[in-house]
């Protein structure tokens, strides 16, 4: 039930990998047992990934009888909703959102190698509570928000928006987001609208060539706000190891440090 309330709240569809990250069943073939038995029932379903990795892979969303899981009849509708917009994704857009949910996934299960730590919010591209948060002068729609504290720390909540950049944007538009978020911080509106310290801008990118590019960019603008790194790093490092370039900041830093 854990994993069809995660496909129903927080994600859409996972891969097997995705899965096992999430609830780790010791090796490949009893995970992909376990899936198979699922999906046998009725309670997962599985499509085709064109597009994810260089080989074809599976992802697994809410089966037809996972439905019935829900007693509350508009949890059902909901879920069912949940259902066919999984089946319907479009193949184009699937690898930007799997991979932002595998960044999800990071700080998810951080918690098991560091007990002080706390995820409070995750808020996904997809969620409707962006138009809220534009409400109160958010100038961009990122691929995710999020709030963590440490426990046992003094001024210990962080919070951040996240970008994923897989290289599909350039010139004008990389330097007007980057100038957007510049300028918003700058302006103090949300420590007074989110009465919280100053934000992160935690840049993601698929390759450290493309990263090296983007800290040119963002050094000639601020020393400030943008924390960037490789997903090849980030998913080979613990979720606070010291593996994040700051601009005009020498060696490499942990997101468990204060700005």
Known sequence: MSLIRLLAEEF?????????ELFPMGSIARRNFRLKQLRDAGYLSSRSLAGIGAATKLGYYIGPRAIELFENPTERRLVSTVRSQAAQLADSGLAHRMLVDSIHIRFLTAG??????????????????WESIRSYGVPIQADGYGEYIMLMHFDSLFTFFLELDRGTERGQAIREKIDRYVAYAES????????????????????????????????????????????????????????????????????????
């Open 112 to 129: 098991r190698h560091y007990p002080e730590y706390r995820l409070l919010t995750w808020i996904d591209q997809y969620s409707p509570s």
């Open 12 to 20: 859409r569809i996972l891969t097997g990998e995705q899965i096992h």
């Open 188 to 259: 103090g509106v949300y420590e007074k609208q989110f009465a919280a310290g100053q934000f992160r801008v935690l840049l993601v990118t698929t390759s450290s060539l493309r990263m090296q590019g983007l800290l040119k960019i963002i050094e000639s603008r601020t020393d400030k706000t943008f924390w960037l790194t490789s997903w090849d790093q980030l998913k080979q490092a613990k979720l606070f190891d010291a593996y994040w370039t700051r601009p005009h900041m020498p060696g490499l830093h942990s997101l468990s440090s204060h700005l």
